[in-house]
Structure formats: C-alpha cells, structure tokens
C-alpha cells in the first residue's frame, strides 16, 4: 500500500512534468509557487499518513488489504472526524502541491484525473458504507461533510447520544474481531 501511495503521489507525477520537458513546457513556476506546492505536498503527505495510522489503530488485526474498497468498521476519530474522505483529501492535496511545484500541463491534468476517479468512487462507497451501517453512518453523513471540513458544532443532547451509542456498537465489534483473532 505504501508503495502505491508513493508511486501515485510522487512518482507519476514527476513523471508527468518530464513528459512536458519534451513539448517544450513554460518556464518553470516562480519560487514562491514551488514553495508553495511543496507544503501543499507536505500537508497532504501529513494527511494521508494520519488518516492511515487512523485505520490502523481501529482495525482489528492493524489495517489488513482486503478486496472490499471500504473496511468493515465504521470510523469518527482522527481525520474522519473532520472530512468524511480524509485519504483521497489528501491525495488531492499532494497533486495540487505537484502541480504547483511542476507548473506541468501535464501534472495538472493528471490532478483532473485523480480528482475526477475520486469524485466518481466516493458515492458507490458510500451506498456501500450506508448499507453496512445504516442509520449510524446517515447520522455520520449528516454531522461530517465530504471534502471540505467545517468548524465543528456543538452537537446536541440527542446528537451526543446517538454518536456515543454507535461509538460503543463499534467499539464492541471491534473488540469481538480482535477476540476472534487471538
């Protein structure tokens, strides 16, 4: 996995902005432009490793590859707090700070098409996601935007109730995951 991380995030796009060298790209982006980019690289990098130590520390035997895209419990704490698609936010993120470093054409156009395959994928997984979940995970749409975070609210009596309980229905399968392979 993070080999993957790596090539989709560093690699493909250096790669891109090379294709660019041979048209005969624009003169590179001003420094203050690729400084920029990098701490664009930098929060994304940052993100995107938060919200995988997030999985691995709620999955019940660390974060094992499975073929599902989504994982069988449901997460509230760390970035997911936030943003309900921490992972690709970042992603994101790294790709808009390489398309700032590199001033590609190429790169930004690689930058569309991360975000469009993320844009497209995140509505089946969260059909898939409300499905396995059910009412917890609507109250979890409703309380956390997509991409964009938001200064939290402080959330009601009910509100507290309800994420305690689901909490607690999550934190119990867990538990019994993690029984299950000791």
Known sequence: MTLGLVGLNAVVPRELSRLGDRAGRPA?????ARG???LMVAAGGALTAWTVAT???AAPRGWALEAA?????????????????PMYAGEVTVWLGWA??????AVWAGLG??????????PSEERWLLERFGEDYR???????????????????????RFRAARD????????????YR
């Not at 098409?113 to 995140?122: K, P, Q």
Request: net charge positive; glycine share 6%.
């Open 69 to 85: 895209p989504t994982p069988g419990y449901l997460l509230r704490s760390g970035p997911y707090r936030w943003i309900r698609n």
């Open 139 to 161: 109250a979890y749409l409703a309380d956390v935007p997509r991409w964009v975070p938001r200064a939290p609210r402080r959330p009601r009596p009910a509100d507290r109730r």
């Open 113 to 122: 098409v991360v975000s469009a395959a993320f844009a497209a994928l995140v």
């Open 169 to 180: 229905r999550n934190q119990q399968g867990v538990a019994m995951e993690k029984e299950h």
């Open 55 to 57: 999985h691995y520390q």
């Open 36 to 38: 920029a980019g990098l």
């Open 28 to 32: 590179p982006a001003p420094p203050a």
């Open 100 to 105: 700032l470093f590199y001033a590609s054409p």
